[in-house]
Antibody
Framework: QVTLKESGPALVQPTQTLTLTCTFS??????????LTWIRQSPGKALQWLAR???????FYSRSLKTRLTVSKDSSKNQVVLTMTNMGPVDTATYFC????????????WGQGILVTVSS | QSVLTQPPSVSGAPGQRVTISCSGS?????????VHWYQQLPGTAPKLLIY???NRPSGVPDRFSGSKSGTSASLAITGLRAEDEADYYC???????????FGGGTKVTVL
């Protein structure tokens, strides 16, 4: 059974760096073809893809946020970490991690999401 | 403004058929990338509903179907039920942006 769960702070101050962790089970990110991604959803708004990390440690970022994002993995712990620098109120959103289907271009399993509010 | 364009809302009576359109461009659908659909019930994470244009994951009722033609795609729900009230998002990959892209979402209301 594949599960993913996001963890991290619920509240972040403006200009701070956000660090989120996705802990997953039911698959190994060390297995060839496995990929995991981060997606966010601002309140009442659409989904926005943020970043992706692959089994071979290849990393890809949203063009609009590339300079602020870093994604990394610890396959031994079944965890992926996303950091986003210089947080602002517009970054208030629910952040999801999701698995990308092996060989596909879609997200077959999602975490429950974590709401992060940026406010002083 | 989303790369993929969806109507903000559609509605139908129980038992009716509704369709949700998703308009793309030559850099996503037109470039050969497939469309995928997600259902998001209130307060929950999106759930994969249709993948690779017209495939249903295990457990998704056959009341849901998808199609894609050229730079447009659509999701159809037949035999509309109260539990289908949700937001629906289309998704693809855009080669000019090198980004995975979503539609703005469509809220389905069962009258």
């Amino acid at each position: 059974q594949v599960t993913l769960k996001e963890s991290g702070p619920a509240l972040v101050q403006p200009t701070q760096t956000l660090t989120l962790t996705c802990t997953f089970s039911g698959f190994s990110l060390s297995s060839s073809g496995m990929r995991l991604t981060w997606i966010r959803q601002s309140p009442g708004k659409a989904l926005q893809w943020l970043a992706r990390i692959d089994w071979d440690d290849d990393k890809f970022y949203s063009r609009s946020l590339k300079t602020r994002l870093t994604v990394s993995k610890d396959s031994s712990k079944n965890q992926v970490v996303l950091t986003m620098t210089n947080m602002g109120p517009v970054d208030t959103a629910t952040y999801f991690c999701a698995r990308i289907r092996d060989g596909g271009y879609f997200f077959d399993y999602w975490g429950q999401g974590i709401l992060v509010t940026v406010s002083s | 403004q989303s790369v993929l364009t969806q109507p903000p809302s559609v509605s139908g009576a129980p038992g009716q058929r509704v369709t949700i359109s998703c308009s793309g461009s030559s850099s996503n659908f037109g470039a050969g990338y497939d469309v995928h659909w997600y259902q998001q019930l209130p307060g929950t994470a999106p759930k994969l509903l249709i993948y690779d244009n017209n495939n249903r994951p295990s457990g998704v009722p056959d009341r849901f179907s998808g199609s894609k033609s050229g730079t447009s795609a659509s999701l159809a729900i037949t035999g509309l039920r109260a539990e289908d009230e949700a937001d629906y998002y289309c998704q693809s990959y855009d080669t000019s942006l090198s980004d995975w892209v979503f539609g703005g979402g469509t809220k389905v209301t069962v009258l």
